[in-house]
C-alpha cells in the first residue's frame, strides 16, 4: 500500500487484537492487487449500554488507480456479527470480490457479447447453395444455404437484411448463422 493503513474505532476501545486481525486481513488484499493506494477501515459498535447483543459494523474503503471500492457490513439481522472477527472476516470477503472484479476488468479478462454484425445479400447462387453478404464496410462474405436459421435458403432474396456471426473460413471470411 502506498499509504499506511488508517483504522478507526467508533464506540468502542481501540484493540491491539482486532488491529492486528486488520492489519493481517489488508496484507492479503494485497496479493489480489499490489497497486492499492490506500486503505481505511472503521469498526464501529453501537453506542448505548448493550451488553448482549451488539452488532459490530466494519467499513473498508479502498483507493485505487481510476476507482474506489467501499463494503460495509452491517445486519441487524445477523447475530454473527456480535462477534468483531466475524463482521470483519465478512466485510474483507465483500472488499476481496470487489476487488477481484475490478482486477479482471482491468486486465480485460471480463467477458463482453458482441452484436452480431449485419449486411445484406447480394449475390444468390442456389443451384451451388449459397450466396453473399456485403458488411457496411463494403466487405463480401460468403454464407452456406445450411448457415441460415430462421427463414429457407430458397426464400432469401437479394436485397434482404441479414445479421450473422463472422467466422474465418479455408478461403477467406465467412458468415454462420444468418437470419433475416
Known sequence: ????????????DPSEAVEARLHKEAEKLERFYDHIMSCRIAVEAPHGHHHQ??????????????????A??????????EDVYVAI?????AIQRQLEDYVRR???????????????VVQLYPAEDYGIIQA?????????????LNVEFDKLEEGAKVRF???????????????L
Open 1 to 12: 500500500m502506498q499509504l499506511p493503513l488508517q483504522i478507526t474505532f467508533r464506540h468502542m
Open 136 to 148: 457496411p464496410d463494403g466487405r463480401e462474405i460468403y454464407f452456406h444455404r445450411n448457415s441460415v
Open 106 to 120: 482491468r486486465r480485460g479478462h471480463v467477458k463482453v457479447h458482441e452484436l452480431p454484425a449485419y449486411g445484406r
Open 53 to 70: 447483543g451488539k452488532l459490530y459494523k466494519v467499513r473498508i474503503d479502498l483507493t485505487l488507480p481510476g476507482a474506489e471500492l467501499a
Open 89 to 93: 472476516r465478512d466485510a474483507f470477503d
Open 165 to 179: 456471426v463472422e467466422e474465418q473460413g479455408d478461403q477467406g471470411p465467412q458468415a454462420s448463422a444468418v437470419q
Open 72 to 81: 460495509s457490513r452491517e445486519q441487524h439481522d445477523n447475530h454473527a456479527h
